[in-house]
């Protein structure tokens, strides 16, 4: 796992104050007291990183409390090699979507509960027919 150069290096931040974008992540789990990545894993009922996986934390004292950030990170490395989200990160984001749609009261939830898409294939609404609709091509 590697971070972009520039992340090293924050402009514009306050005098004595880390400039390191993983020190803040870092720094802010602590100050609010975040659960490990593995205790967020558990909490959601899905699978912990085997310990193998976070081995080169074991000097740190942070392979079985991993920071949430760097779990993430890690797991998306892990699960997908990279190429997105795995099951705790991808759940957070989805959570976070969700808990905005629904707070909005401008939402199409808000404005018209009982709506259901009209299109898509059989009986089913999918994000594929979305896609589809929209005339985007999937490269997967």
């Known amino acids: 796992m590697t971070l972009s150069s520039p992340l090293f ?3 514009g931040q ?21 659960p490990s990545g593995q205790a967020v894993a558990k909490a959601m009922s899905l699978p912990v990183l085997a310990p193998g996986d976070l081995a080169d934390l074991a000097p740190l004292h942070l392979d079985l409390r991993t920071p949430l950030w760097f779990y993430i990170l890690r797991e998306a490395e892990v699960v997908a ?3 997105h989200l ?7 984001v989805a959570e976070v979507f969700l ?3 629904e707070g909005d009261a401008d939402s199409y939830l808000a404005q018209d509960p009982g709506w259901t898409p009209t299109y898509g294939t059989g009986a089913d609404f999918t994000v594929v027919d979305l896609l589809t609709a929209a005339g985007v091509v999937a490269t997967f």
């Open 9 to 11: 290096a924050l402009m």
């Open 99 to 101: 808990g905005l749609v």
């Open 81 to 83: 090699q990279g190429r």
């Open 86 to 92: 795995g099951p705790v990160g991808g759940r957070i």
């Open 14 to 34: 306050a005098t004595g104050t880390p400039v390191s974008l993983a020190q803040r992540n870092l720094l802010r789990a602590l100050t609010m007291k975040l």
